[in-house]
């Protein structure tokens, strides 16, 4: 294995709180090279006060031509890690080919429940006692990729969405620095040594 850092590229869409605690960790084995968003946002304003790269790539109407353009940005770099922090796009079929085994997400549910962008609202909606946060490798489909990690987040009685989302993201913040701290490349993929939780 390398002594060289890893190199991970962060795809974000907003405020980018995933984004900060994974550049805040500055005894992590890793480095961030390039933070990249679908859109202007505060993400990309956190990267650049933290000295990272960053590059917008908007989406377009032609969606295949928008996912080219996003591996061509990405590949770029050439990480060895995709974290995507609160993106909120699929990711296509061309960087999937560049980038599946390397891409992982973060979600606010506890996979295979509540997969999309509203399973904080789906988790009390059906009035769950438990919820949390998964990992998971990306692939072709929402939030069905191979599930890396989870953490266990408890619903508390008179829990808002805004309320159970902040302990939700807690959860996701520690998540994705412990495991990223554990990641190393091993035939062509990205895995995580050692156990989370």
Known sequence: MSSQPLSVVVLVSGTGSLLKAILDDTASPYRVDLVVADQLCAGIERAKNAGVSTAVVPVEADRAAWDAELAQTVAKTRPDVVVSAGFMRILG???????????????????????????VDDALDYGVKVTGCTVHYVDAGMDTGEIIAQRAVRVEEGDTKSTLHERIKQAEREQIVDLLRRASISNGKVVFNGNSD
């Open 93 to 119: 079929p061309e960087f999937l080919a560049k980038f599946e085994g390397h891409t992982i997400n973060t979600h606010p549910s506890l996979l295979p429940a509540f997969p999309g962008a509203h399973a």
